[in-house]
Protein backbone atom coordinates (compact mmCIF):
# COMPACT_ATOMS: atom_id res chain seq x y z
CA UNK A 1 0.00 0.00 0.00
CA UNK A 2 1.45 3.34 -0.73
CA UNK A 3 1.82 6.56 1.51
CA UNK A 4 -0.45 8.59 -1.34
CA UNK A 5 -3.23 5.86 -1.06
CA UNK A 6 -3.09 5.98 2.64
CA UNK A 7 -3.09 9.80 2.74
CA UNK A 8 -6.00 9.30 0.35
CA UNK A 9 -7.78 6.88 2.76
CA UNK A 10 -7.61 9.33 5.75
CA UNK A 11 -8.72 12.24 3.89
CA UNK A 12 -11.24 10.21 2.55
CA UNK A 13 -12.35 8.96 6.59
CA UNK A 14 -12.33 11.83 7.40
CA UNK A 15 -16.08 13.86 6.53
CA UNK A 16 -16.48 17.14 4.54
CA UNK A 17 -18.14 19.77 5.92
CA UNK A 18 -19.78 22.57 4.50
CA UNK A 19 -20.83 26.48 5.21
CA UNK A 20 -24.16 26.52 7.29
CA UNK A 21 -23.84 22.87 7.89
CA UNK A 22 -24.66 21.84 12.00
CA UNK A 23 -21.81 19.57 13.38
CA UNK A 24 -21.70 17.85 16.17
CA UNK A 25 -18.25 17.56 18.83
CA UNK A 26 -16.69 16.93 21.68
CA UNK A 27 -15.40 19.85 24.17
CA UNK A 28 -11.52 19.57 24.15
CA UNK A 29 -10.40 22.81 25.47
CA UNK A 30 -12.22 25.97 26.59
CA UNK A 31 -10.73 29.42 27.20
CA UNK A 32 -12.34 32.42 29.16
CA UNK A 33 -13.55 33.38 25.23
CA UNK A 34 -13.28 30.65 23.65
CA UNK A 35 -14.42 26.80 23.13
CA UNK A 36 -12.47 24.19 21.22
CA UNK A 37 -14.36 21.02 19.33
CA UNK A 38 -13.32 17.77 17.66
CA UNK A 39 -15.84 17.52 15.14
CA UNK A 40 -14.42 14.25 13.29
CA UNK A 41 -12.51 16.92 10.64
CA UNK A 42 -9.06 17.23 9.60
CA UNK A 43 -9.00 20.79 11.72
CA UNK A 44 -10.71 21.54 14.72
CA UNK A 45 -13.78 23.90 15.23
CA UNK A 46 -13.80 26.68 17.28
CA UNK A 47 -16.60 28.88 18.97
CA UNK A 48 -15.46 32.47 20.45
CA UNK A 49 -17.22 33.90 22.83
CA UNK A 50 -19.77 35.89 20.65
CA UNK A 51 -20.52 33.26 18.82
CA UNK A 52 -21.18 31.28 21.89
CA UNK A 53 -23.67 33.83 23.70
CA UNK A 54 -25.30 37.39 23.44
CA UNK A 55 -23.74 38.28 26.70
CA UNK A 56 -20.38 40.17 26.76
CA UNK A 57 -17.69 39.43 29.37
CA UNK A 58 -18.94 36.20 30.47
CA UNK A 59 -16.36 33.27 30.85
CA UNK A 60 -16.58 30.53 29.08
CA UNK A 61 -15.19 28.28 31.09
CA UNK A 62 -18.30 28.59 33.69
CA UNK A 63 -20.30 27.75 31.17
CA UNK A 64 -18.76 24.58 28.89
CA UNK A 65 -16.38 22.06 30.26
CA UNK A 66 -14.01 19.52 28.34
CA UNK A 67 -15.68 16.49 27.72
CA UNK A 68 -19.07 17.99 26.47
CA UNK A 69 -21.04 17.15 23.70
CA UNK A 70 -22.38 20.03 21.76
CA UNK A 71 -23.79 21.24 18.47
CA UNK A 72 -22.87 23.91 16.45
CA UNK A 73 -23.04 25.95 13.07
CA UNK A 74 -20.52 25.75 10.50
CA UNK A 75 -19.94 29.59 9.91
CA UNK A 76 -16.13 29.06 7.95
CA UNK A 77 -14.56 25.94 6.67
CA UNK A 78 -11.00 28.16 7.29
CA UNK A 79 -11.60 30.81 9.37
CA UNK A 80 -7.87 31.63 7.95
CA UNK A 81 -5.83 29.59 10.70
CA UNK A 82 -6.17 26.25 9.38
CA UNK A 83 -9.56 25.90 11.56
CA UNK A 84 -13.36 25.46 11.11
CA UNK A 85 -15.39 28.90 13.02
CA UNK A 86 -18.54 27.70 14.66
CA UNK A 87 -21.58 28.77 15.75
CA UNK A 88 -23.83 27.99 18.65
CA UNK A 89 -25.77 31.21 19.27
CA UNK A 90 -27.03 31.05 15.15
CA UNK A 91 -27.61 27.18 15.40
CA UNK A 92 -30.16 28.30 18.94
CA UNK A 93 -31.34 31.71 16.73
CA UNK A 94 -32.33 29.28 13.81
CA UNK A 95 -34.25 26.65 16.08
CA UNK A 96 -35.30 30.02 18.11
CA UNK A 97 -37.22 31.21 14.55
CA UNK A 98 -38.24 27.53 13.78
CA UNK A 99 -40.13 27.60 16.91
CA UNK A 100 -41.35 31.77 16.80
CA UNK A 101 -42.49 30.29 13.01
CA UNK A 102 -44.64 27.48 14.67
CA UNK A 103 -45.70 29.91 17.32
CA UNK A 104 -46.69 32.51 14.69
CA UNK A 105 -48.77 30.20 12.95
CA UNK A 106 -49.86 28.72 15.65
CA UNK A 107 -51.04 32.08 17.40
CA UNK A 108 -49.52 30.04 20.72
CA UNK A 109 -49.28 32.55 23.26
CA UNK A 110 -45.50 32.88 24.41
CA UNK A 111 -43.52 33.92 27.84
CA UNK A 112 -40.76 35.48 28.26
CA UNK A 113 -38.51 37.96 29.87
CA UNK A 114 -37.89 41.60 28.70
CA UNK A 115 -34.55 41.85 27.55
CA UNK A 116 -33.92 45.56 26.52
CA UNK A 117 -36.18 48.46 26.98
CA UNK A 118 -35.53 50.62 23.48
CA UNK A 119 -37.36 53.75 22.73
CA UNK A 120 -39.97 52.58 20.25
CA UNK A 121 -40.64 49.22 22.15
CA UNK A 122 -39.56 46.09 24.20
CA UNK A 123 -36.95 43.72 22.87
CA UNK A 124 -37.52 40.00 24.19
CA UNK A 125 -35.40 36.82 23.19
CA UNK A 126 -36.84 33.43 22.88
CA UNK A 127 -34.32 30.23 22.52
CA UNK A 128 -32.18 33.32 21.48
CA UNK A 129 -34.05 34.56 18.59
CA UNK A 130 -35.37 38.13 19.12
CA UNK A 131 -38.67 39.82 18.93
CA UNK A 132 -39.37 43.15 18.89
CA UNK A 133 -43.20 44.33 20.79
CA UNK A 134 -43.48 47.83 19.74
CA UNK A 135 -44.79 50.10 22.43
CA UNK A 136 -48.30 50.33 20.51
CA UNK A 137 -48.50 46.85 21.14
CA UNK A 138 -47.26 47.02 24.95
CA UNK A 139 -50.64 47.94 26.63
CA UNK A 140 -54.43 48.93 25.65
CA UNK A 141 -53.40 52.03 27.28
CA UNK A 142 -50.81 54.75 26.09
CA UNK A 143 -47.59 54.16 28.41
CA UNK A 144 -45.13 57.07 27.67
CA UNK A 145 -42.08 55.20 30.08
CA UNK A 146 -41.43 51.64 29.58
CA UNK A 147 -38.75 51.14 31.73
CA UNK A 148 -40.80 48.95 34.56
CA UNK A 149 -40.86 46.53 32.01
CA UNK A 150 -37.25 46.38 31.81
CA UNK A 151 -36.71 42.25 33.05
CA UNK A 152 -40.42 41.43 33.77
CA UNK A 153 -41.71 38.09 32.52
CA UNK A 154 -44.66 39.00 30.09
CA UNK A 155 -46.98 37.55 27.81
CA UNK A 156 -47.50 37.96 24.60
CA UNK A 157 -48.28 36.03 20.53
CA UNK A 158 -46.34 36.77 17.11
CA UNK A 159 -48.08 38.83 14.63
CA UNK A 160 -45.18 39.34 12.41
CA UNK A 161 -42.36 37.00 11.68
CA UNK A 162 -40.16 37.57 8.82
CA UNK A 163 -36.62 36.44 9.75
CA UNK A 164 -35.03 37.45 6.86
CA UNK A 165 -35.46 40.97 7.04
CA UNK A 166 -34.87 39.99 10.51
CA UNK A 167 -38.31 41.47 11.62
CA UNK A 168 -40.21 39.42 14.20
CA UNK A 169 -43.09 41.28 15.90
CA UNK A 170 -44.78 40.59 19.22
CA UNK A 171 -47.79 42.10 20.73
CA UNK A 172 -49.05 41.89 24.29
CA UNK A 173 -52.25 44.38 23.78
CA UNK A 174 -54.44 41.84 22.17
CA UNK A 175 -53.86 39.17 25.27
CA UNK A 176 -54.64 42.61 27.71
CA UNK A 177 -57.98 43.50 25.36
CA UNK A 178 -59.09 40.23 25.35
CA UNK A 179 -58.85 39.07 29.24
CA UNK A 180 -60.62 42.44 29.72
CA UNK A 181 -63.45 41.38 27.37
CA UNK A 182 -63.55 38.51 29.19
CA UNK A 183 -63.58 39.73 32.57
CA UNK A 184 -65.89 42.35 32.01
CA UNK A 185 -68.07 39.49 30.25
CA UNK A 186 -67.82 37.48 33.74
CA UNK A 187 -68.66 40.68 35.67
CA UNK A 188 -71.72 41.88 34.14
CA UNK A 189 -73.20 38.28 34.04
CA UNK A 190 -72.70 38.32 37.93
CA UNK A 191 -73.86 41.70 38.96
CA UNK A 192 -77.43 43.28 39.45
CA UNK A 193 -78.59 46.18 40.53
CA UNK A 194 -78.84 46.62 44.60
CA UNK A 195 -75.73 44.11 44.97
CA UNK A 196 -72.84 45.10 47.26
CA UNK A 197 -69.60 44.94 45.20
CA UNK A 198 -65.93 45.72 46.08
CA UNK A 199 -63.33 47.62 44.21
CA UNK A 200 -60.29 49.76 43.91
CA UNK A 201 -60.08 53.45 43.29
CA UNK A 202 -59.14 54.23 39.74
CA UNK A 203 -59.39 57.63 39.48
CA UNK A 204 -60.92 60.71 41.11
CA UNK A 205 -62.12 63.55 39.62
CA UNK A 206 -63.95 67.07 40.84
CA UNK A 207 -66.90 65.15 39.79
CA UNK A 208 -67.01 61.12 41.24
CA UNK A 209 -64.22 58.56 41.08
CA UNK A 210 -63.80 55.82 38.96
CA UNK A 211 -64.12 51.94 40.92
CA UNK A 212 -62.36 49.59 39.63
CA UNK A 213 -64.23 46.36 39.67
CA UNK A 214 -62.76 43.90 38.10
CA UNK A 215 -63.67 43.75 34.68
CA UNK A 216 -65.37 47.28 34.43
CA UNK A 217 -65.08 50.43 35.97
CA UNK A 218 -68.17 52.13 38.24
CA UNK A 219 -68.52 55.46 38.53
CA UNK A 220 -69.53 56.81 42.01
CA UNK A 221 -70.94 59.97 41.69
CA UNK A 222 -70.15 62.83 44.23
CA UNK A 223 -73.82 63.04 45.40
CA UNK A 224 -73.92 59.09 45.49
CA UNK A 225 -70.12 59.13 48.10
CA UNK A 226 -72.17 59.60 51.43
CA UNK A 227 -75.55 60.85 52.88
CA UNK A 228 -74.16 63.96 53.88
CA UNK A 229 -72.43 66.38 51.64
CA UNK A 230 -69.31 66.22 49.97
CA UNK A 231 -67.11 69.05 49.04
CA UNK A 232 -64.51 67.74 46.91
CA UNK A 233 -64.11 63.51 46.04
CA UNK A 234 -60.10 64.26 46.19
CA UNK A 235 -59.88 64.83 50.06
CA UNK A 236 -62.00 61.38 50.44
CA UNK A 237 -60.75 59.21 47.98
CA UNK A 238 -56.75 58.23 46.92
CA UNK A 239 -56.07 56.05 43.86
CA UNK A 240 -55.38 52.65 44.93
CA UNK A 241 -58.45 52.65 48.10
CA UNK A 242 -60.01 49.63 48.38
CA UNK A 243 -64.31 50.71 48.58
CA UNK A 244 -67.40 48.74 48.98
CA UNK A 245 -70.44 50.29 47.05
CA UNK A 246 -73.93 49.14 46.00
CA UNK A 247 -74.96 49.13 42.25
CA UNK A 248 -77.32 52.01 41.86
CA UNK A 249 -77.76 51.03 37.89
CA UNK A 250 -76.71 49.54 34.83
CA UNK A 251 -77.23 50.81 31.45
CA UNK A 252 -75.08 49.04 28.67
CA UNK A 253 -71.62 49.13 29.78
CA UNK A 254 -72.03 51.92 32.23
CA UNK A 255 -72.50 51.43 35.72
CA UNK A 256 -73.39 53.91 38.41
CA UNK A 257 -72.36 53.49 41.95
CA UNK A 258 -73.62 54.08 45.79
CA UNK A 259 -72.37 54.49 49.14
CA UNK A 260 -75.29 55.76 50.17
CA UNK A 261 -76.62 51.87 52.11
CA UNK A 262 -80.06 52.11 53.01
CA UNK A 263 -78.71 50.55 57.13
CA UNK A 264 -77.37 53.98 57.08
CA UNK A 265 -80.10 56.33 55.72
CA UNK A 266 -80.26 59.28 58.41
CA UNK A 267 -83.80 59.38 57.37
CA UNK A 268 -85.01 56.12 58.84
CA UNK A 269 -85.69 56.75 61.89
CA UNK A 270 -85.94 60.91 61.16
CA UNK A 271 -89.62 60.86 62.21
CA UNK A 272 -88.38 59.78 65.66
CA UNK A 273 -85.53 61.74 66.06
CA UNK A 274 -86.58 65.45 64.62
CA UNK A 275 -90.32 65.44 65.94
CA UNK A 276 -91.63 68.44 66.38
CA UNK A 277 -91.22 69.85 70.05
CA UNK A 278 -87.64 68.47 70.43
CA UNK A 279 -84.51 70.15 71.04
CA UNK A 280 -81.60 69.71 68.82
CA UNK A 281 -78.11 70.87 67.86
CA UNK A 282 -76.41 71.01 64.52
CA UNK A 283 -73.87 73.19 62.49
CA UNK A 284 -74.52 76.01 60.26
CA UNK A 285 -73.22 74.19 56.96
CA UNK A 286 -74.23 77.61 54.56
CA UNK A 287 -76.39 80.51 54.35
CA UNK A 288 -78.57 82.88 52.16
CA UNK A 289 -80.53 85.94 52.74
CA UNK A 290 -83.45 84.62 54.05
CA UNK A 291 -82.24 81.77 56.55
CA UNK A 292 -79.39 79.22 57.74
CA UNK A 293 -79.17 75.69 56.75
CA UNK A 294 -78.21 73.36 60.08
CA UNK A 295 -76.36 70.18 59.42
CA UNK A 296 -78.13 68.22 62.19
CA UNK A 297 -76.24 64.80 61.30
CA UNK A 298 -74.43 64.20 57.63
CA UNK A 299 -77.07 63.78 55.37
CA UNK A 300 -79.81 65.56 57.46
CA UNK A 301 -80.39 69.23 57.13
CA UNK A 302 -82.81 72.01 58.49
CA UNK A 303 -83.38 75.43 57.85
CA UNK A 304 -83.71 77.97 60.15
CA UNK A 305 -85.21 81.42 59.17
CA UNK A 306 -84.11 84.79 59.25
CA UNK A 307 -87.58 85.23 61.20
CA UNK A 308 -86.69 82.45 63.74
CA UNK A 309 -83.11 83.24 64.62
CA UNK A 310 -83.95 85.15 67.42
CA UNK A 311 -86.94 87.49 69.33
CA UNK A 312 -84.93 90.36 68.62
CA UNK A 313 -84.79 91.69 64.80
CA UNK A 314 -82.39 89.82 62.65
CA UNK A 315 -81.70 91.66 58.79
CA UNK A 316 -79.11 89.03 57.51
CA UNK A 317 -78.58 85.37 59.29
CA UNK A 318 -74.76 86.59 58.69
CA UNK A 319 -75.20 89.40 61.20
CA UNK A 320 -75.18 87.02 63.94
CA UNK A 321 -74.20 83.40 62.84
CA UNK A 322 -71.12 82.00 61.50
CA UNK A 323 -70.71 78.93 59.52
CA UNK A 324 -69.50 76.21 61.23
CA UNK A 325 -71.22 77.64 64.36
CA UNK A 326 -73.22 75.27 66.69
CA UNK A 327 -76.70 76.48 67.63
CA UNK A 328 -78.99 74.25 69.74
CA UNK A 329 -82.81 74.51 68.39
CA UNK A 330 -86.28 73.78 68.23
CA UNK A 331 -88.07 71.45 66.01
CA UNK A 332 -91.21 73.24 64.74
CA UNK A 333 -92.12 71.46 61.25
CA UNK A 334 -90.65 68.15 59.74
CA UNK A 335 -91.96 67.02 56.51
CA UNK A 336 -90.93 63.53 55.84
CA UNK A 337 -91.95 63.18 52.27
CA UNK A 338 -90.21 66.20 51.02
CA UNK A 339 -87.07 65.52 53.45
CA UNK A 340 -87.91 69.42 55.08
CA UNK A 341 -87.48 70.20 58.64
CA UNK A 342 -87.59 73.55 60.29
CA UNK A 343 -86.18 75.07 62.94
CA UNK A 344 -86.46 78.04 65.63
CA UNK A 345 -83.94 79.56 67.89
CA UNK A 346 -86.75 82.14 68.75
CA UNK A 347 -88.91 79.08 69.78
CA UNK A 348 -85.96 77.95 71.88
CA UNK A 349 -85.96 81.30 73.92
CA UNK A 350 -89.60 82.25 74.25
CA UNK A 351 -89.37 78.38 76.14
CA UNK A 352 -86.72 79.52 78.32
CA UNK A 353 -88.08 83.12 78.80
CA UNK A 354 -90.98 81.26 80.22
CA UNK A 355 -89.23 78.74 82.59
CA UNK A 356 -88.23 81.56 84.31
CA UNK A 357 -91.40 83.28 84.92
CA UNK A 358 -92.43 80.65 86.13
CA UNK A 359 -89.79 80.09 88.42
Known sequence: MSELSFE??????LKTIRTGEVVTGKVIDVKEDEIVLNIGYKSDGIITRSEYTNESNVDLRNLVHVG??????????????????????????????KRLEEAFENHEVLTAKVSQVLDGGLSVIVDEARIFIPASLVSDVY????????????????TEFNPRRRRVIGDRKQLIVAKKAEMQKALFEKIHVGDKVEGTVKNVTDFGAFIDLGGADGLLHISEMSWGRI??????????????ALIKDINGEKIALSMKFPETNPWADAAEKYAVGNVVTGKVARMTDFGAFVELEPGV????????????????????LSIGQEITAKIVDFNEADRKISLSMKALEADNAQEQTEE
Open 68 to 97: DEMEAKVVKVNDGEGQVALSYKRLAADRGN
Open 301 to 320: DALLHVSQISREHVAKPADV
Open 143 to 158: EKDLSKYADKEIEFVI
Open 231 to 244: ENPKKVFKVGDKVT
Open 8 to 13: QMLEES
